[in-house]
């Protein structure tokens, strides 16, 4: 975790800043799967459940596991799914 | 004139009289014999509502729909990991059965999100999943077919030592498959567009057959390294 994401986690979590993405990675394959479940990024998510790992797919390092606001549970696939139409739905936000 | 002869002479033909093969009436001049009737080894045989779609109706199942803009997505009520999988995963195999929403889409998402997450436990459940693979295949379904044989791929691929798990109960499984493994489409030059949705049931049998027979060799080479060593 960046100091970046470490100021924002202490500190009342709001962004400055927001983006569309333009190509897909592996960071916004991630932000992809937070956001479906409800949560800007990964700094948000930590922030309001209160943990400190997200249980991840060792192959690919993509976000196994996440629990929405709700309580309710999203499992994602160890492969890409987010496509290429879905990927300037994604935010990238700034702190 | 012309048409009344004919219509006379149509009125004086025989109809012919149709009779079983191998019968008396069948070596009469007139008759035809009739070919045999269609054993109906193809045919769709529906399943009666499955296990699946009872409890699912009655509540006990944790999940539900939530529609997201690239497709529905199951949200599990209770964390996978603390699940029994010797109660819940035969409920969802025989789900599979089931061809209508939500209960189609519930149990093949379920059983992938299930097998994602299994651990070693899942081996133990294999006797308890045979029945419902063998019910839900003989249905004779094509959709159905599909949609399990892509998650028997899944379940080898799940965890260590299912392909040799599995090896004891191919007499319940592949008599289906053996039966259907000839349902391809034969196009010449053409082009097959289910080949990319991955539809064609010949070709889905062919390919969960040699990960099968992958598996198995690995595991036989692998118990012949351990003898040796």
Known sequence: MS??????????VKPKSMIRAKLWSD???????????????????????????????????????????????????????????EVHKVKIYAY | MCFLIRTLQLGKTKTPSYAEAFTVKAMMKNSIVKGPKKA????????????FRIFYDRGDLPVAVRPEPTGNKISWKVDIV???????????????????????FFARQGIHDLLDNAGPEILHVIPHIILPIRKVLNTRNRQVIRTTLKILQHLIVAH??????????????????????????????????????????????????????YTEENTLSTALYNDQT
């Open chain 2, 160 to 213: 260590d030592g299912i392909g040799e798990a599995l090896v004891p109960y191919y007499p319940q499984i592949l008599p289906v498959l053996n039966l259907l493994k000839n349902m391809n489409v034969n196009l010449g030059d053409g082009i097959d567009y289910g080949q990319q949705k991955r539809e064609n049931i010949g070709n889905l049998i062919l390919e969960s057959w040699r990960q099968w027979r």
């Open chain 2, 82 to 104: 603390r699940f029994d999988y010797s109660h819940l995963l035969p409920i969802f195999f025989d789900g599979l059965s089931e061809t209508t929403m939500p209960y189609e």
């Open chain 2, 40 to 51: 109906g080894a193809f045919k769709e045989r529906p399943a009666k509502p499955s296990l």
């Open chain 1, 27 to 85: 960071e916004i394959e991630n932000l992809y799967r937070f956001q479906t479940a409800g949560y800007r990024d990964e700094v948000e998510y930590k922030h309001v459940k209160q943990v400190d790992l997200v249980e991840r797919w060792p192959e690919s390092g993509f976000v196994k596991k996440l629990q929405r606001k709700d309580n309710t549970f999203y499992y994602y696939n160890k492969l890409r799914e987010c496509d290429d139409k």
């Open chain 1, 3 to 12: 100091d970046q994401d470490a100021v924002a986690l202490n500190s009342e």
